[in-house]
């Protein structure tokens, strides 16, 4: 018999992948948690019905959303990454040696756990000395840590559940008050496709808290129509003009420094999408 798995993306679209196996399911206090591994895409973790990452593209996600940033900012020592509990983004953070400190705060436990087991090729980042695991509300922590942060990875899920308030205007100034002066923050921020509101909705959120503002653009075969925005709100480095290069020993499957320059330049419908009052 053929299993299959399928997340309703829209009312009126479906994405299905073929299941080999079910490899762990758990109703944890915030989410239903499954990690089960499919035929096109390898193990793949799924939160309340929705598909969080893969083995065979999270490269592009967790890729895009760290080092658009961090090659923004001159000398980025500590980074805090708000979700993100499957350590994909913690991972590309620590790429970057000039990283003293990177901290993980994850509401919920339980994905940490079954991303070490199940997802090692993510999650195997996670025990680097360098690496602080805060189990708790990400929007609390940088409550209680202004200044600290040279850059914020919010790594949120759809805004639902746990995640409806990081995507609000005052999760936005928190941000701002735990950044440093030259601080930069990246958030996801859904499909310009499917989440139309969401998107122009942070990125609005985001101008009414930070001068320098610029969405961007990467494919991401599992997620709601392959393309998927980021955000990043900047105190003062612009990542058109200040963009630092990689270290010899760097090691990318996605990112490079001529995609980073390129990512920012937006489709017509996008610029119309951001530009409406």
């Known amino acids: 018999m053929e299993l299959w798995y399928t997340e309703?993306?829209?009312s009126s679209l479906r994405f299905s992948c073929k299941v080999k196996e079910t490899l762990a399911t758990a109703q944890t206090p915030y989410q239903h948690l499954a990690i089960i591994d499919t035929e096109a895409f390898g193990p793949m973790l799924v939160l309340d019905g929705m598909v969080m990452t893969t083995i065979a593209d999270e490269f592009v996600y967790h890729e895009m959303i760290s080092h658009p940033a961090l090659f923004t900012h001159p000398c980025p020592r500590k980074v805090a990454v708000i979700g993100g509990g499957d350590g994909g983004a913690i991972r590309e953070v620590l790429k970057h040696p000039q990283v003293e400190k990177a901290i993980l705060a994850e509401i919920d436990g339980e994905v940490i756990a079954q991303s070490r087991k199940f997802?090692?090729?993510?999650?195997?980042a996670l025990a680097d000395p360098?690496?602080?695991?805060?189990?708790?509300?990400g929007?609390?922590?940088?409550?209680?840590?202004?200044g600290e942060f040279d850059v914020v990875l919010v790594d949120s899920t759809e805004p639902v559940g746990p995640a409806v308030a990081l995507f609000s205007g005052d999760f936005y100034a928190t941000v701002c008050a735990a950044l440093k002066p030259e601080g930069l923050m990246v958030a996801q921020t859904e499909s310009p496709f499917y989440n139309q509101e969401i998107l122009a909705g942070a990125y609005k959120g985001l101008q009414a808290v930070f001068p320098k503002v610029r969405t961007y653009l990467a494919s991401i075969p599992t997620y709601p129509s392959g393309l998927w925005s980021f955000t990043l709100a900047s105190k003062e480095y612009d990542p058109l003009v200040n963009q630092r290069q990689?270290?010899?020993?760097?090691?990318?499957?996605?990112?490079?420094?001529e995609l980073h320059r390129s990512c920012f330049v937006l489709p017509k419908f996008v610029q119309e999408l951001l530009s409406r009052p």
């Open 139 to 146: 929007f609390a922590y940088l409550k209680e840590h202004k």
């Open 8 to 10: 309703e993306q829209t």
């Open 130 to 137: 360098k690496v602080e695991i805060h189990v708790g509300d």
């Open 119 to 124: 997802l090692p090729e993510i999650a195997g």
């Open 246 to 257: 990689p270290h010899a020993g760097f090691v990318s499957k996605y990112y490079t420094p």
